[in-house]
């Protein structure tokens, strides 16, 4: 369970913003009570918030709602939720209903291609689930959706060296997204999307700008991901 002086204290030192999963805590309660307490503090502070919400195959596993439901209460935009992988599991009503909430609250969804694959399915038989989070439904309907990568060579997952590249690379294949087109938005995820979710407000190419550039030995963004 967590312990509010610890995140006080945390605050107190510095931080941009807070995060937690409260789909680990001990009941739905808590888990709402950590979400509330969390959203009072960011308001508070001016914080941004992540929530790894819902990491899970299973269908019954809603706690996005309450972070949903929590932001379009408070009025607050630009809430972030990584993983998401029970979105892959809902019912097609529910993930749309849940999918206009999401759009109405204006989150950002984290998409961390190979974190979802290295999970998802493994306490399965076959057929085993792929817990990507419907991205492309998502990126229909106008959500804010940016690409991310974690577990890099830890106790989750030995392997990996936090390029974006493998990133782009997974969910192209995986969530079927490997067309030239795509692939271009794919890249638009992993650099403006995730400033946006970031809420950085000096991103991009363009005069004035500062000048943080990762230069490809390319010519176009699929022969990049090759």
């Given at each position: ?75 607050i935009r630009g809430v972030?939720l990584s993983h998401l ?141 090759r």
């Amino acid at each position: 369970v967590y312990k509010r002086q610890l995140i006080y204290k945390t605050v107190e030192i510095g931080v941009d913003g807070l995060g937690a999963e409260p789909h680990l805590q001990p009941s739905l309660d808590d888990s709402k009570r950590l979400i509330k307490f969390l959203f009072d503090v960011a308001t508070e502070r001016k914080l941004k918030l992540d929530f790894h919400a819902d990491y899970s195959d299973d269908p019954n596993s809603r706690i996005s709602e309450i972070i949903i439901s929590e932001a379009l209460k408070r009025g607050i935009r630009g809430v972030s939720l990584s993983h998401l992988v029970s979105l892959h599991s809902y019912s097609q009503e529910y993930a749309e209903r849940l999918m206009k909430w999401m759009k109405d609250a204006e989150v950002n969804v984290i998409v961390a291609p190979i974190t979802e694959l290295e999970e998802s399915g493994s306490f399965e038989n076959y057929p085993k689930k792929r817990g990507l989070p419907r991205v492309n439904e998502l990126l229909k309907r106008g959500i804010n959706v940016a690409i991310g990568h974690n577990d890099i060579q830890n106790h989750f997952n030995p392997l990996g060296v936090g390029d974006m590249l493998h990133a782009i690379f997974a969910l192209a294949i995986s969530d079927y997204m490997f067309f030239p087109t795509q692939i271009n938005k794919l890249f638009y995820m992993a650099t403006y999307n995730g400033a946006k979710a970031l809420q950085l407000e000096k991103y991009g190419i363009s005069e004035n700008m500062p000048a943080n550039l990762v230069i490809l030995d390319a010519t176009s963004p699929i022969d990049a991901v090759r």
